[in-house]
């Protein structure tokens, strides 16, 4: 069983930068794929990074319209992924939700997550 905990959303200006946290319990914790999603009002929830694994290190993914702009990375000895994000917009404003998956395979698919975070709310001002 893992347990998720996000962190470090709030109100931001366009152009500035939040950094999210998902502090996991549980064990194996470096052994699950850990992805981020979002969901803003009257919207389906979609993805957003994924942090897979890789022989030697890890493998990172990201939606489009992030890229450039977001880095996932996580930190085993902490038990805690992050989502770095730089030059917000408006239409990010969702709630942010981590995500843990068993499954090596899993990426950009919600259902492929067995264990998810309650949600922080990220709000990007105009």
């Known amino acids: 069983q893992v347990q998720l905990v996000e962190s470090g959303g709030g109100l931001v200006q366009a152009g500035g930068s939040l950094r999210l946290s998902c502090a996991a319990s549980g064990r194996s914790f470096s052994s699950y794929v850990m992805g981020w999603f979002r969901q803003a009002p009257g919207k389906e929830r979609e993805f957003v990074a994924a942090l897979t694994l890789s022989w030697g290190g890890s493998n990172t993914y990201y939606v489009d319209s992030v890229k450039g702009r977001f880095t996932i990375s996580r930190d085993n000895a902490k038990n805690t992924v992050y989502l770095q994000m730089n030059s917000l917009k408006p239409e990010d404003t969702a709630v942010y939700y981590c995500?843990?998956?068993?499954?090596?395979?899993?990426?950009?698919?919600?259902?492929?997550?067995?264990?998810w975070g309650q949600g922080t709310q990220v709000t990007v001002s105009s």
């Open positions: 995500a843990a998956a068993q499954s090596p395979y899993a990426l950009r698919r919600s259902g492929d997550y067995d264990y």
